[in-house]
């Protein structure tokens, strides 16, 4: 596959959104020497037959800081690896050795999923693990006490569920943003749910949380609040997180 170097956001958001595809990106800047030398390896792995079914795409982190904040990158190089809207793994640093290795894990690995012990095999779902997401997607036509036996199960489908317009990868908006770097930030494990896909839980958490924005998060199925109450939440408890999943288990 050929190496791509970002023009634009857009067409960044295209290239990405091409499904059950492996995609490595890396993010450089001209004036960082380690970069220098993995420019040499990318250009070199993105040309070899062995890896002719992973997409690169190279950013520069200057040039495009709206890209490069979406995953909260502080140095250079970086490397993230996504499909289907999830990041698999993300490395820092000029070590050829370790991004080889993380591009032969997931490369033989087409849907680099499974299925988590909580799922129920006859609902019709497709549910993405990796190292800090799970990406949950559904679609279903059903009653109202469908759905929301649907949503139970969603909102329990991982400790840290996670309801937001768009991918971790690629928010779409300002708010789900927010709650993604909040989350990263406290390194935590989540799962999420894009509301843009199925308009059915988008409309259907609304009163099934009784809350009528999003994002939305829920701990041990239990609704947590908004972007401004996790905030509220954070300040007055910087392990809120632990202590919440501690609380919700008991």
């Given at each position: 596959?050929?190496l ?13 959104s ?5 995609i490595?990106?890396y ?5 960082a ?12 792995l ?5 890896y ?7 950013i ?15 140095a ?11 990041i ?40 993405t ?7 949950i ?6 009653s ?17 569920m996670?309801?937001?317009k768009?991918?971790p990868?690629?928010?779409?908006c ?8 909040i989350?990263r ?7 999420f749910?894009?509301i843009?896909?199925?308009d ?16 939305q ?8 609040g908004?972007?401004?109450?996790i905030?509220?939440?954070?300040s ?6 632990e202590h919440a999943?501690?609380?919700s288990?008991?």
């Amino acid at each position: 596959m050929t190496l791509i170097e970002i023009s634009s956001k857009d067409q960044f958001s295209e290239l990405t959104s091409v499904k059950d595809k492996l995609i490595a990106l890396y993010f450089h800047t001209p004036w960082a020497s380690p970069c220098i030398q993995m420019n040499k390896v990318i250009d070199t792995l993105s040309s070899s037959a062995e890896y002719n079914s992973i997409s690169f795409l190279t950013i520069n982190a200057d040039t495009f800081p709206e890209i490069s904040d979406l995953f909260d990158i502080t140095a250079v190089p970086y490397f993230v690896l996504i499909q289907n809207g999830t990041i698999l793994k993300e490395l820092t640093g000029a070590d050829p050795k370790e991004f080889v290795t993380a591009l032969d894990q997931f490369k033989s690995s087409p849907s680099s999923s499974q299925e988590p012990s909580n799922n129920n095999s006859n609902t019709n779902s497709n549910v993405t693990t990796n190292q800090n997401t799970t990406a949950i997607h559904e679609e279903s036509n059903e009653s109202p006490e469908q759905l929301n036996a649907r949503l139970e199960k969603l909102t329990t489908a991982a400790p840290i569920m996670l309801f937001m317009k768009g991918t971790p990868s690629a928010p779409q908006c300002g708010f789900s943003r927010q709650m993604i770097a909040i989350l990263r930030e406290h390194q935590v494990r989540f799962g999420f749910f894009d509301i843009l896909k199925d308009d059915s839980v988008r409309q259907g958490l609304k009163a099934f949380s009784d809350w009528p924005t999003f994002p939305q998060l829920y701990i041990n199925g239990v609704f947590q609040g908004g972007l401004d109450i996790i905030k509220e939440n954070l300040s007055d408890d910087d392990q809120f997180f632990e202590h919440a999943l501690q609380e919700s288990a008991n």
